[in-house]
C-alpha cells in the first residue's frame, strides 16, 4: 500500500496532468471529429519522455515502472482517449521485446522507442479474435531466416508505428505450441496497411489491417524460442491489460468531473440540478465505483512490477471491472448532461464512444472473466 500513496507518484500526476490541460486537451475534440492522428500529443508526450516512459533507462528510456505508467496513461485518457494509445501501445508492442528479447534486440529497438519511433502490437486476425490460437498468418523457414505471409486485424497505430511485435504460426499442426514471435519492419519489402476503420470512438488512433506479403526477415528479428510465442503473447497481456484498465479508469474520470461542474451549474425549477437527490446518487456511485477501480488498477501495477503470481488473476480483474465501470459512468454522464450530453458541445457523449472500446480489445470482458475463472486467487 506505501506505493500506492508515495509522494512521486502524486508528483507524476500533476505533471502529466498539466501538460494534458496545456498541450493534449485543447485538441481532442478536433482529433475525434477530424479522427486524425493527435499530432500535438505525440510531440508534447515525446518531449516530456511520456510516449513511452516504460523504456528502461539504459536504453534511453524514463525507467517508469508499472504503476507510474499507468497513472500516465490514465491523465491522458482523462483528457484524449485517443492520445493515451500512443503510450499504450508502445508499451503493449514492446513488452514481448522486454519479456524474450536477447541484449542486442533490446539495444537495437527500445533504443529507437525511447528516441520517438511507434511500436504496434499483432495478434489479431479476422478469423482469430478470442480464438487467438487459430491464427493463419505463417512465419516459414527460409535459409538462416524467415518468411511471413498473412494479414492482422484491428491494429492499433498501424501505419504511425515503425516496429510490430508479431504473432504466426510457424508449425500448425502444435496450435498454439506452433507459434513464434518476431519484430517487423514498417519498412520491410512486403509489409503494406489496409484502410483505415471508421470506428465510433478512439477516432484520433488509426486502426488498420497490416498484410505481410512474404515479408523475409533474418533470425535475429526472432522474440524467444521457436513455438513460445503464444505463451509470450498470453503473459504480454498479462501486464499490459493494466494499461487498458488506467485508460478506461481515465475515461470513467474525465466524465464524472465534466458531469459533476455541470450539476452544479445547471439550473432547473430554480436551483442547481446537483442539488436533486436522484443526481446526488447518479454522482456519488461515479465516485464510488472510480474509488473502487482504482484501487484495484493500482494494486494490479503493483502486482505487475513485482510479477507476482496472481497477477493473471489482477490484470483481467481490473481491465474488466475498470471499463464497465468506465462505461457505466460515461452513460450516466450524457444522462445528467441531458440534451447537452448527446451533442458535441460537451466531451461526454466521446467519452462514452471511446469507453466502449475498453470493454472489447485486448480480450473482450467475457473472455476476462474466463480468465479470472481459471486463476481463481
Given at each position: 500500500m506505501e506505493l500506492l500513496i508515495a509522494p512521486e507518484y502524486e508528483e507524476l500526476r500533476e505533471s502529466i496532468r498539466a501538460l494534458v490541460e496545456k498541450k493534449i486537451l485543447p485538441f481532442a475534440h478536433d482529433v475525434d471529429e477530424q479522427a486524425r492522428f493527435p499530432q500535438e500529443a505525440y510531440e508534447a508526450l515525446q518531449s516530456a519522455d511520456m510516449a513511452a516512459a516504460h523504456v528502461p533507462s539504459q536504453y534511453g528510456g524514463q525507467e517508469a515502472d508499472a504503476l507510474a505508467t499507468a497513472i500516465i496513461i490514465e491523465e491522458v485518457a482523462r483528457?484524449?482517449?485517443?492520445?493515451?494509445?500512443?503510450?499504450?501501445?508502445?508499451?503493449?508492442?514492446?513488452?514481448?521485446l522486454l519479456l524474450a528479447g536477447n541484449e542486442a534486440q533490446k539495444k537495437m529497438y527500445l533504443t529507437q522507442l525511447a528516441a520517438g519511433k511507434g511500436f504496434s502490437y499483432c495478434l489479431s486476425e479476422s478469423e482469430a479474435g478470442s480464438d487467438a490460437a487459430g491464427m493463419k498468418t505463417k512465419a516459414v523457414r527460409d535459409g538462416e531466416g524467415w518468411i511471413i505471409s498473412g494479414s492482422k486485424k484491428w491494429i492499433s497505430n498501424a501505419g504511425f508505428s515503425d516496429f510490430y511485435t508479431v504473432l504466426a504460426s510457424t508449425d500448425s499442426s502444435k496450435g498454439s505450441k506452433g507459434i513464434t514471435a518476431f519484430i517487423v519492419e514498417k519498412a520491410d519489402p512486403g509489409v503494406s496497411f489496409g484502410a483505415h476503420e471508421k470506428k465510433m470512438g478512439f477516432r484520433g488512433s488509426p486502426t488498420r489491417e497490416v498484410y505481410f506479403d512474404s515479408v523475409k526477415i533474418s533470425d535475429d528479428r526472432r522474440?524467444?524460442?521457436?513455438?513460445?510465442?503464444?505463451?509470450?503473447?498470453?503473459?504480454?497481456?498479462?501486464?499490459?491489460?493494466?494499461?487498458?484498465?488506467?485508460?478506461?479508469?481515465?475515461?470513467?474520470?474525465?466524465?464524472?468531473?465534466?458531469?459533476?461542474?455541470?450539476?452544479?451549474?445547471?439550473?432547473?425549477?430554480?436551483?442547481?440540478?446537483?442539488?436533486?437527490?436522484?443526481?446526488?446518487?447518479?454522482?456519488?456511485?461515479?465516485a464510488m465505483n472510480i474509488?473502487?477501480?482504482?484501487?484495484?488498477?493500482?494494486?494490479?501495477?503493483?502486482?505487475?512490477?513485482?510479477?507476482?503470481s496472481d497477477l493473471t488473476f489482477y490484470s483481467a480483474a481490473c481491465k474488466c471491472f475498470a471499463s464497465d465501470v468506465a462505461m457505466k459512468v460515461t452513460t450516466d454522464a450524457v444522462q445528467i448532461l441531458g440534451g447537452y450530453g448527446y451533442v458535441s458541445d460537451y466531451p461526454v457523449e466521446r467519452m462514452m464512444r471511446d469507453a466502449k472500446l475498453t470493454q472489447i480489445y485486448e480480450g473482450t470482458n467475457q473472455i476476462q472473466r474466463v480468465v479470472m475463472a481459471r486463476h481463481l486467487p
Open positions: 483528457g484524449c482517449a485517443s492520445s493515451s494509445l500512443i503510450p499504450a501501445v508502445n508499451k503493449l508492442g514492446s513488452v514481448p522474440l524467444g524460442e521457436i513455438g513460445s510465442g503464444f505463451a509470450l503473447a498470453m503473459k504480454t497481456l498479462d501486464h499490459t491489460r493494466i494499461t487498458i484498465a488506467a485508460q478506461a479508469l481515465g475515461i470513467a474520470q474525465g466524465a464524472y468531473e465534466v458531469a459533476k461542474k455541470y450539476a452544479h451549474e445547471r439550473e432547473q425549477f430554480g436551483k442547481p440540478i446537483f442539488d436533486f437527490q436522484s443526481i446526488q446518487f447518479m454522482l456519488a456511485d461515479m474509488a473502487a477501480a482504482r484501487t484495484l488498477v493500482y494494486a494490479a501495477a503493483v502486482k505487475s512490477e513485482r510479477e507476482e
